[in-house]
Structure formats: structure tokens, C-alpha cells
């Protein structure tokens, strides 16, 4: 990408959810007033309208693929308001010269935040005598150590819980940090379990789930289920325990799969905050002002 101080269009795809702010910030770098669209792909009316789009920002559910691409000859660089590139078709923008930038972190702590306050309800209002109960002592079990998890077995340990944590390959950690455990450990042993692995990736078989003992909560803030949704109705169906989600696990997720009984979903995104929001918003134009240096 050859440097220059606008870009031809920006475009604003409706995943990206942009505040008003947002696009006053993206005005700027664009030499045609920058371009919302309501609906992806685009109703055939407004398809001229964005034919001459240089610089795209998209969200986690707004696919581009070649064919959605192919429509913007001009197109050189895909903002991504998303850490994950999963709907993104990477070859075909590498073989033309597109940049795609994700972004990293804005929405890591009001994903942890949400974890710990899932626990601390668990633990305090639901124990079946009179007195309230305390994670002290529990033991917490981490699918996943990525930044999320890292945070979310800190304050776990912070607060007196064991905590354990599976990545498929072994991962020595310091003396009073979470310690990594095999996944039949992990699952069987916890009392609390939080799925922290990749973005759309099924990690655990209907098995292994049959692991976690029947009272556990389990709580997923994944994008997309870290089990097959069969897996997830045959197991819940058979425990006594909660299954807590928000909507980045549970939006594909169908309706009599959501109404088993255990199963509670948050009705927003675990790491949409007012605070989040504005990190996301600012490393997009952070990039977008990057690719035009380049």
C-alpha cells in the first residue's frame, strides 16, 4: 500500500456497530464521505455506491470471502473490528494486496469481569441451604490460557481458588500462578470451568464433557461453541449444574437448544462495554491511520 494521507472511500460494514464519534474520526481519511451500510452483503440498489471502496471495516459477523470481495476492485485494506479472521478469506487477500488488521484486547476485561461475576452469583445464591457459599478453596478449570484466562485465573487465585488451566500442549507456569493440568483433570475435577479456546473450534467430544461433575458451572464466552451443539444438548440434558453464555457463544446456537433447562444466556456480549467500545473504536482508527503511512 503506497503512502498517502486518504483513502478513496472507507466503508462501514454493519457488524461494525460505529458510534457517531467513530465515524467523525474516520471522515477524515476519506476522500468520499464515508459510507454505512444497513445490511451485508448489500442490497443490489447500493452496490455502485461502495463499488469504488478502497478501505473496508467489518465486524466478527460480517463475512467477506472472495466472491464478496471480488465486487471491490479498488479495495486494499479490511479493518477488522474483531480479534478473530475467521470469516475473513486470507488467500485471496494476500494474492491481492489487501491488508487485514484485527484488532487485540478492548474487550479483554469486561470478559473477565463477566467470568468472575458468573462464579461469584453461583457461589453466593445458588447453594441449596440457607447460608451463602465462597469460591475460596474451589476449584476453577480453564479451557484455554490466553490473555482472558490468564486474567481470569489470576483473580480466581486472588480469591483462594485452585486453579487449573488445558492447552493441548504442556505449559510450565511459576509457583502460585495456575498450574496446567491434562483435560480429563481439568474437566473432572472442577467445580467452576470456563471455556477461554479458540474462535469457532470444538474442543471437547460429548465424552469428555460427560467428565465435569453434574453440579459444575460452566461458563462460555467463546465465539461460537467450543462443542458441537449436540454434544451441548446431550450433555446439559443430563446434568443438574448451569451452562452460562453470553451472546458471542450462543449466537448461532438454535432456540430449543437455548430453552434446555440449565442453560442461562446473557442477552449482550461479554466484552461489549461502554469502555470496551472505545478501545475498539480507537485501535481502528489507530490502523486505518497505520495503513495510510505505509
Not at 16 to 23: I, K, Q, Y
Not at 72 to 88: C, D, F, M, Q, S
Request: glycine letters at 8%.
Amino acid at each position: 500500500m503506497t503512502s498517502k494521507s486518504t483513502f478513496r472511500q472507507v466503508s462501514v460494514l454493519p457488524g461494525v456497530w460505529p458510534s457517531p464519534g467513530l465515524l467523525d474520526a474516520l471522515a477524515p481519511m476519506s476522500d468520499k464521505p464515508v459510507l454505512t451500510l444497513a445490511q451485508w452483503p448489500p442490497a443490489a440498489s447500493v452496490r455502485q455506491s461502495y463499488a469504488d471502496t478502497d478501505a473496508l471495516l467489518a465486524g466478527w459477523k460480517d463475512r467477506l470471502d472472495a466472491d464478496h470481495m471480488r465486487q471491490l476492485p479498488a479495495l486494499r485494506y479490511v479493518g477488522l473490528r474483531a480479534t478473530t479472521t475467521e470469516h475473513i478469506d486470507l488467500e485471496y487477500a494476500n494474492r491481492h494486496g489487501i491488508t487485514v488488521a484485527p484488532i487485540y484486547g478492548y474487550g479483554d476485561t469486561g470478559t473477565v469481569e463477566f467470568v468472575i461475576e458468573q462464579l461469584l452469583r453461583h457461589a453466593r445464591h445458588t447453594t441449596k441451604t440457607s447460608s451463602r457459599g465462597e469460591l475460596s478453596g474451589r476449584r476453577l478449570g480453564l479451557i484455554g490460557f490466553g490473555n482472558v484466562a490468564r486474567s481470569v485465573g489470576r483473580v480466581g487465585m486472588a480469591l483462594g481458588m485452585d486453579v487449573v488451566f488445558h492447552t493441548p500442549t504442556h505449559r510450565p507456569t511459576a509457583a502460585g500462578e495456575p498450574r496446567w493440568a491434562p483435560l480429563a483433570e481439568v474437566l473432572g475435577s472442577a467445580d467452576y470451568l470456563a471455556f477461554h479456546s479458540p474462535a469457532y473450534r470444538h474442543v471437547v467430544t460429548l465424552d469428555e464433557l460427560r467428565l465435569i461433575p453434574p453440579t459444575a458451572l460452566v461458563v462460555i464466552t467463546t465465539l461460537g461453541l467450543p462443542m458441537a451443539e449436540t454434544a451441548l444438548c446431550a450433555w446439559q440434558s443430563a446434568r443438574e449444574g448451569r451452562t452460562v453464555m453470553d451472546l458471542c457463544a450462543a449466537h448461532a446456537v438454535s432456540d430449543d437448544t437455548l430453552r434446555l433447562p440449565g442453560i442461562e444466556v446473557h442477552d449482550f456480549y461479554a466484552a461489549r462495554t461502554e469502555d470496551s467500545v472505545k478501545r475498539a473504536e480507537a485501535q481502528l482508527v489507530e490502523n486505518l491511520a497505520s495503513a495510510l503511512g505505509q
